[in-house]
């Protein structure tokens, strides 16, 4: 399995463990029975538990790119310094952005993400 390939999946895990996150705080928030419920009127989640869903959503945006990025080298049999460097950056990046954005630093969780996006371009570059 090339290092990219194997990227993707821990992109996968990590997120698995957002959504249990973001699961988790919503929970404690507002309770179980109103999230087992049909999740009409739902009331506002806030502080870390908000973050953690807003941090969610945003990695399955950058996954979806991250992810054709990686299948498409993997089907046409490029991998090169480029495209490992791209997923290794992408990865550590978007580790860093979830524990940042939960923890509710703004800039440094904006310096995470534009780190992830060059990850994506030197994925992209590597591949052309």
Same mark, same amino acid.
């Not at 990025?69 to 991998?79: D, F």
């Given at each position: 399995?090339?290092?990219?390939?194997?990227?993707?999946?821990?992109?996968?895990?990590?997120?698995?463990?957002?959504?249990?996150?973001?699961?988790?705080?919503?929970?404690?928030?507002?309770?179980?029975?109103?999230?087992?419920?049909?999740?009409?009127?739902?009331?506002?989640?806030?502080?870390?538990?908000?973050? =953690?869903?807003? &941090?969610?959503?945003?990695? +399955?945006?950058? *996954?979806?790119?991250? @992810?054709? #990025? /990686? %299948?498409?080298?993997?089907?046409?049999?490029?991998?090169?310094?480029?495209?490992?460097?791209?997923?290794?950056?992408?990865?550590?990046?978007?580790?860093?952005?979830?524990?940042?954005?939960? =923890?509710?630093? &703004?800039?440094?969780?904006? +310096?995470?993400? *534009?780190?992830?996006? @060059?990850? #994506? /371009? %030197?994925?992209?570059?590597?591949?052309?």
């Amino acid at each position: 399995m090339s290092i990219e390939l194997h990227m993707l999946i821990l992109a996968c895990a990590l997120a698995f463990a957002a959504v249990l996150a973001a699961v988790l705080g919503a929970t404690m928030q507002i309770g179980l029975p109103a999230l087992a419920g049909n999740r009409e009127n739902l009331p506002a989640i806030h502080g870390w538990a908000g973050r =953690a869903q807003r &941090a969610h959503r945003n990695l +399955l945006e950058s *996954l979806v790119l991250f @992810a054709i #990025l /990686v %299948l498409a080298g993997a089907a046409t049999g490029r991998s090169n310094m480029m495209t490992v460097a791209g997923s290794e950056i992408f990865l550590g990046a978007r580790i860093i952005y979830q524990l940042v954005y939960v =923890a509710g630093i &703004a800039w440094l969780r904006t +310096l995470c993400w *534009l780190t992830s996006v @060059a990850g #994506l /371009v %030197l994925l992209f570059i590597g591949l052309l």
